[in-house]
């Protein structure tokens, strides 16, 4: 087992919040007190963030997404899956790769039953058969800040993420609070291997062949001026998918369930609880 961090709160149909870069399930508070009424909210720190160990042998992203199930599948037996920018293409590999697990895997009976994409693509790097990414320099000078200055990066990192958005200071501030005030030492900081191979896996991850195979029903969720997952990668990452729905939030940006939380809650409700 990965024994990842969880945190579970309230009671109804299970919901799993996997959490971005960098960050950790705290960044998920208000969006689970406003659903917690109606939803058992089930909070992961993703592999080397917040609370949870990072194990270099499992840093694939399929590696990690096994992680997901393997601790998810002790605490339902399913449940609908919410990602967000990284947590969204650790959630694309989990609900992919569930039609492939069939019985003869241990956790098979752990089965995604929605699927929630906010802010999230299916190639985070630009290139010529993809215009809706970011630019490759941007990346590299990522990739570098983490060696130099850890703590900057990561904070021009979520300064990038609220650019443009309405409340943008206030979701600011929210983001800043979740990455130090819950970790794995004093400093609360991520495990720096861990956000150095995060990066790689974004940089070089192409999830577009697999999209065929997400079947089940999914809400993908865009921010208007969205810097870091462009809106057009999501409405992109929406049509290919067979049974997807696609909403663009105005005035949002990179964390729309945090400058927008009433109206991406009432969203979120009104799509895990159709029949």
């Known amino acids: ?12 149909p299970a919901l799993v919040l996997l959490h971005g870069w960098g960050l950790n399930l705290r960044v998920w508070d208000g969006l689970t007190a406003a659903l917690s009424d109606r939803f058992r909210i089930i909070a992961v720190d993703l592999p080397g963030h917040g609370r949870s160990a990072w194990l270099p042998e499992r840093s694939s992203l399929d590696g990690q997404a096994a992680q997901v ?36 895997h241990p956790h098979a009976a752990a089965a995604v039953h929605r ?13 010529p058969d993809w215009p809706h990414g970011a630019p490759p320099e941007r990346l590299a000078a990522q990739a570098a800040g983490l060696r130099t ?14 650019r443009g958005s309405a409340g943008g200071a206030e979701a600011l501030e929210q983001l800043r609070a979740a990455l130090f005030a819950h970790g794995r030492s004093e400093s609360a900081s991520p ?11 974004l940089r070089d991850t192409d999830l577009r062949p697999l999209l065929a195979d997400v079947t089940l029903p999914a809400l993908v969720i865009a921010g208007q001026y969205d810097r870091v997952t462009p809106p057009a990668a999501s ?9 997807a729905r696609y909403v663009e939030i105005r005035r949002a940006a990179h964390a729309p369930f945090l400058s927008h939380l009433p109206e991406l809650s009432a969203l979120l409700a009104d799509f895990l609880l159709r029949q």
């Open 1 to 12: 087992m990965s024994g990842l961090y969880t945190e579970v709160r309230g009671s109804g």
């Open 69 to 104: 199930r393997e601790t998810v599948a002790a605490l339902a037996a399913e449940y609908s899956l919410l990602g967000w920018s990284l947590g969204g293409q650790i959630a694309l590999q989990l609900a992919a790769a569930q039609r492939d697990c069939g019985t003869a």
């Open 115 to 127: 699927l929630v994409l906010i802010a999230a693509t299916p190639r985070l790097a630009g290139g």
């Open 149 to 162: 200055d850890y703590r900057r990066t990561v904070s021009d990192f979520l300064e990038l993420q609220v």
């Open 191 to 201: 495990h720096l291997a861990a956000l150095a191979r995060d990066l790689e896996l």
């Open 235 to 243: 409405r992109t990452l929406a049509e290919r998918l067979p049974n």
